[in-house]
């Protein structure tokens, strides 16, 4: 009974140990200064900026895989998402950070599920959006990842494998009237 109740006792500890590390005010502030400059930065068409707010570790991933170099990858990032854009209109687009939910991996990494909500119009069709974005600290600096799509998904999870057992929230994208 006592060696039970002794291993009762280190899972306790164990568990308390790894319970979730509080965000600090500051690491709160600099999400939200860098939501807020994706937001202007996509509604303003300023490709570069969005561009700049995805993981450099994501990036060289994609720019190994491709067989090119990160410049390259950059600006043909920023011709696609131009390209893809184009006959998109944004009606409107927020990610909610009061509603964010910070959470950590198994292994203790922090990151941020960021609501997000897109009301875009193309070809006369009005379409919403509305998913969650992943928030991660990288090198002391937040950065913002699309997890709507398996594709991206496998990425994140291979370049940051502390989160390759996180579970993400499935999106939903339908017309509206």
């Not at 913002?144 to 999870?157: E, G, M, S, Y």
Request: negative net charge; proline residues 5%; hydrophobic residues 45%.
């Amino acid at each position: 009974m006592k060696a039970l109740f002794t291993s009762f006792l280190l899972v306790l500890c164990f568990w308390q140990g790894v319970a979730a590390r509080e965000f600090t005010a500051k690491e709160k502030a600099d999400l939200q200064a860098q939501i807020v400059r994706f937001e202007t930065a996509l509604k303003q068409g300023d490709f570069g900026v969005v561009a700049e707010s995805v993981p450099p570790k994501v990036l060289q991933h994609i720019a190994s895989k491709a067989g090119v170099d990160m410049a390259t990858l950059r600006s043909a990032m920023q011709a696609q998402m131009q390209i893809a854009l184009a006959s998109v209109k944004f009606l409107d687009f927020e990610m909610d950070v009061d509603k964010a939910a910070y959470k950590q991996a198994p292994d203790g990494t922090p990151y941020v599920l960021v609501p997000s909500h897109s009301l875009m119009e193309t070809k006369g069709q009005k379409i919403e959006a509305k998913t969650a974005t992943l928030a991660l600290i990288d090198g002391g600096k937040w950065y913002l990842v699309r997890i709507d799509d398996a594709q991206q998904i496998n990425i994140v999870r291979e370049v940051y494998p502390s989160l390759a057992t996180v579970e993400f929230p499935t999106g939903t994208m339908a017309p509206v009237e």
